[in-house]
């Protein structure tokens, strides 16, 4: 009998699993129906850095549709822009123009428009800078506070390397509790479903001595935790970590990908990070958010591509582009002075489709898995390509919001609305209600962000 | 946690937790395990501020993990075990297991364990066989309890549990000393050396803590030290992944970065430990360490080879580490010097200057070919452009005074076929002095205290691991005063710093 009453029916569900071979991971799609409730509901976040290439400051529009209205695949695809990659998805898209952020970034632009982009918050005054953080809660945090199991995070996932300028930007438990994110996909792999190819016996004697480590560090927390003369911080800090302490048994009702599959991802765990492995670890890290999904370890996944100003070097048609930011600013600089970089323009525009390409891969995953009710996971997801800038200039005004999935019939997808250029506060209320949270009187959602901003939702993304 | 305030509970970085499981089992290197651990945003300050730090789900499961790892790894060795637990005289398991648990668990928890803590532990490590099919009991009963320690809170944290002896402040005992202490100097837990001055009293005053310090610092492990320390306050990183275009620098190798990494890190250990002189050494002295690589930007004409050596470079052009080839290169754009982002860097973290916000949006200077740098710099931010505020008086001069180090770092007397004028007046001190060049400026600095209390001030971030405060405004001063004059080598700012009453004793200020 356990010292303490938290809850110990959080289940693992794994099987299989074990290393080896490239190329990709195609049989990580599902070869049978997957363990997600048919009311369940799943918000998924890709944020691509640095803006845009869009019609501005003498450039044409090569990002959106030319108008709002109905969006089908052969309108998609006779337009030519970078959203066209996801024709196939017309009818599940909701493209929304017209959302900004509210509040100015502190010194930093980019680091204002990562703090913002999933939290529709202030940004601190200090830390400033690129060094600054968010002042509210991301919009993950309390999905996955809602309705994942007591004590599970979201997954929070990037890729590529850490700069050390501006790293992880969109995952924030509260006011200025930056959440970590994970770049390696073999990590995250085990941390999910970590203990797999084993006997019943073996996995019951993990279980038992787990389950005795976590007695006993629980019981040190409390006692801890009863000490006089803990400040406010110190408490929090040590109750998150309480919290966190759960025994997880093993259930094995979701099938995992076969051995071979999962090796590939093992064998880069050493390269995670290398500049030219950007997108491939992309895919495995939304092979991954998907899984979880299907699994139900998780209602809630954020995918953060690059840095916070995002420095990968993309590769286009076999040449390899500059570095992005450089790119974004059409200068060999990251600062306000440099030389022109000589077709920057249609660079910016191809690693907005690459991106599109990026995202178009959880679609594919999202509509090959089914739910216990032979729904697509995708008709019960927000799926949402976001940036944390609107474009070249680096703009907070029209940022693109790029939704897929109908989340359980509640969006109005198939649609290309104009917001009217609202605070982007208002999107995720529409996007929270949608999702089935609520406030704690469990009345519909309408003040998620800081709490200055007006309410309410964009009723034309509503179905 | 807010800035500057203390905690009962710093969590151990992961570094820190990487070098303390090195050393508590003698290994002869890293684990390597707390790269599969969930990072620690950083966000201001230096990395090492654990009352910042926290376990969230997915860093416990982390946590959980690699307890079991390492138990798996040194329970698998039998050299690595033997290492570690009483050897096998025929006493009983019981025994044997208690013996193990108090000295082993002494040194994890980093104070002796309660007789209640130690029952606990060996009844578990009793009952440990039914639960492993391939070890055998006395084997199952130290992975078990290995896990266990890994996990406890009184290893991933830094625990000071004693009682206020007034509002706010907590005496810490000679174990916590002995903590913060090797935290502070070493990263990493007490060595056995150490826990013996904690265990006699020997920390118990400013002194006992003062001659342990000195200790510490002729260990390998404060080289690392001071070597992290000023790879944060330089920003060490940004010496790599640097581009010039090959129009005006067709030799120029990316490469290079790591050489300047390198002359930095040799340059700053020798003046802090081998030397044991003052921050006005770092900011004025002519030599440095160079291989071929970096003799080509420094102008010398010897041959130095692929290694490093000690060279004089000329005194009438460099002056200190802000003349050094990594601080001028990484502050410079593909074709120009930087000196917008030199001065910055100057005024902001090397004098502590406070500056308003800056602007998010900030447009380009005019190309215009027939200008220098500096005036187009000036056309751009200097008087009567919006940004004078800042930059005409905090900012630019700063910056201009490097204008004769072009954009790799290199000696230049013209830009753009002018002369370069490398003249300005810079605030120091609260007065306006005037310079003609680096040297000069650097100069400035070596005689400025306000330079010395910011040099100071960082330097306790980051061995007290939090932001400065308020309070520690005299004390700082008195060390910039101290250094200034020539009476406190850096490591003997280490010292007073390290066995301050702000270090032996803990300051919470609830809602500070």
């Known amino acids: ?463 | 946690m807010l800035a500057g305030q203390d905690s009962r509970f710093p969590r151990l970085s992961h570094s820190q937790w990487e070098n303390t499981v090195r050393d508590l089992f003698g290994l002869d290197e890293i684990t390597g395990l707390s790269s599969n651990f969930v990072g620690d945003p950083v966000a201001g300050g230096f990395d090492n501020q654990g009352a910042t730090f926290d376990v969230g789900a997915t860093l416990w499961g982390d946590y959980q993990r690699a307890a079991e790892g390492v138990a798996q790894l040194i329970v698998s060795d039998p050299d690595r075990l033997a290492a570690i637990v009483p050897a096998d005289a025929g006493q009983s398991m019981e025994d044997r297991a208690r013996e193990f648990v108090t000295t082993f668990g002494r040194r994890v928890y980093r104070r002796p364990l309660s007789s209640a803590e130690a029952d606990v532990y060996v009844s578990g490590f009793l009952g440990a066989g039914s639960d492993y099919s391939d070890l055998d009991d006395f084997q199952a009963g130290v992975h078990l309890t290995l896990q266990k320690m890994l996990q406890s809170p009184y290893f991933l944290y830094r625990v000071i549990d004693g009682e206020e002896t007034e509002p706010g402040v907590i005496p810490l005992d000679g174990w916590q000393r002995a903590s913060r202490l090797s935290y502070a100097l070493w990263n990493t837990m007490p060595d056995e050396a150490l826990f013996e001055a904690a265990a006699s009293g020997a920390l118990d005053t400013p002194e006992g803590m003062a001659a342990e310090a000195e200790r510490m610092l002729e260990h390998p492990y404060a080289r690392d030290m001071v070597d992290d320390f000023h790879r944060q306050l330089l920003k060490f990183d940004a010496y790599l992944d640097q581009y010039r275009n090959p129009d005006f620098f067709p030799d120029f190798d990316p490469n290079i970065g790591y050489a300047m990494q390198e002359e930095a890190r040799r340059f700053i250990k020798d003046i802090v430990l081998d030397r044991d002189q003052g921050y006005t050494e770092l900011l004025t002295s002519t030599r440095t360490f160079a291989n071929d690589e970096l003799a080509a930007v420094y102008g010398l004409e010897t041959t130095l080879g692929d290694q490093f050596v000690e060279v004089e470079l000329d005194p009438t052009q460099r002056a200190g580490l802000l003349t050094r080839s990594g601080f001028l290169m990484s502050r410079s754009y593909q074709v120009d010097p930087d000196p917008i982002h030199r001065g910055a860097f100057i005024s902001f973290d090397l004098m502590c200057n406070i500056h308003p916000p800056i602007p998010d949006n900030i447009s380009s200077p005019e190309p215009d070919p027939t200008k220098t740098n500096r005036e187009r710099v000036n056309d751009h931010t200097g008087p009567g452009t919006c940004g004078s505020g800042c930059h005409t008086t905090l900012i630019n001069p700063a910056g201009f005074a490097f204008e004769n180090f072009d954009a790799t770092g290199a000696w230049r007397t013209e830009d753009n076929g002018k002369p370069v004028d490398a003249s300005a007046t810079f605030t120091f001190d609260g007065e306006p002095r005037s310079f003609d060049d680096a040297v000069d400026f650097s100069q400035l600095m070596a005689d400025s205290q306000q330079a010395h209390t910011c040099y100071s001030q960082h330097l306790l971030e980051y061995l007290h691991a939090r932001k400065s405060r308020p309070a520690d405004r005299d004390p700082l001063n008195k060390l910039g005063e101290m250094s200034v004059s020539g009476d406190r080598s850096i490591r003997g700012i280490i010292i007073d710093l390290v066995t301050s009453d702000d270090f032996i004793n803990l300051h919470q200020e609830e809602g500070q």
């Open chain 1, 1 to 463: 009998m356990s010292a303490y009453s938290f809850n110990r029916r959080r289940f693992l569900r794994g099987i299989g699993g074990a290393v080896v071979a490239l190329p990709m991971l195609e049989s990580f799609m599902p070869r049978r129906a997957q363990a997600a409730e048919g009311s369940s509901r799943f918000f998924f976040a890709m944020r691509q850095a640095n803006g845009v290439q869009c019609e501005l400051g003498g450039e044409p529009e090569r990002f959106w549709p030319s108008s709002t209205g109905p969006l089908t695949t052969d309108g998609m695809l006779a337009e030519d822009r970078a959203v066209s990659e996801l024709a196939d998805y017309a009818s599940d898209l909701l493209l929304v123009r017209g959302t900004k952020f509210a509040f100015p970034g502190n010194g930093c632009g980019h680091s204002g428009g990562g703090n913002q982009c999933l939290t529709a918050a202030r940004v601190s005054a200090s830390p400033s800078g690129n060094e600054s953080l968010a002042m509210g809660e991301s919009v993950d945090n309390v999905i996955a506070r809602q309705l994942n199991e007591p004590g599970v995070d979201p997954l929070t996932l990037y890729v590529g390397r850490k700069g050390g300028y501006i790293n992880e930007v969109l995952s924030y438990r509260g006011s200025m509790e930056l959440r970590g994110a994970d770049e390696n996909p073999w990590v995250v792999y085990e941390r999910l479903f970590g203990l797999i190819g084993m006997d019943e016996t073996v996995i019951q004697q993990i279980q038992n001595r787990r389950t005795s480590v976590n007695d006993l560090v629980h019981e040190e927390m409390s006692a801890l935790l009863s000490s006089s003369a803990l400040s406010s911080a110190d408490r929090s800090r040590l109750e998150l970590h309480r919290d966190a302490i759960r025994d997880l048994e093993i259930d094995l009702t979701c099938q995992l990908p076969p051995a071979e599959d999962v090796s590939a991802i093992e064998a880069m765990s050493a390269f995670c990070k290398d500049n030219d492995n950007v997108e491939v670890v992309a895919r495995m890290q939304i092979d991954l958010a998907a899984l979880a999904f299907a699994c139900e370890l998780t209602h809630a996944a954020t995918l953060q591509i690059g840095d916070g100003n995002d420095g990968t070097e993309y590769t286009v048609g076999g040449q390899k582009l500059p570095n992005f930011h450089m790119v974004s600013h059409r200068i060999f600089a990251h600062g306000s002075e440099g030389d022109p970089i000589p077709g920057a323009e249609m660079m910016h525009h191809e690693i907005d489709r690459i991106h599109a390409r990026m995202f178009k891969h959880m679609l594919d995953r999202l509509a090959e898995y089914s739910t216990s009710t032979g729904e697509r996971l995708l008709d019960n997801t927000a799926a949402l390509w976001t940036n944390d800038l609107a474009d070249r200039y680096h703009s907070y005004n029209n940022i693109p919001q790029v939704l897929a999935g109908s989340c359980g019939g509640k969006l109005a997808t198939g649609q290309y609305v104009d917001a009217g250029g609202v605070n982007h506060n208002k999107f995720f209320n529409t996007i929270l209600n949608a999702m089935g949270c609520t406030k704690d009187d469990g009345s519909p959602i309408d003040d998620f962000g800081d709490e200055s901003l007006e309410g309410g939702e964009i009723s034309s993304m509503k179905a």
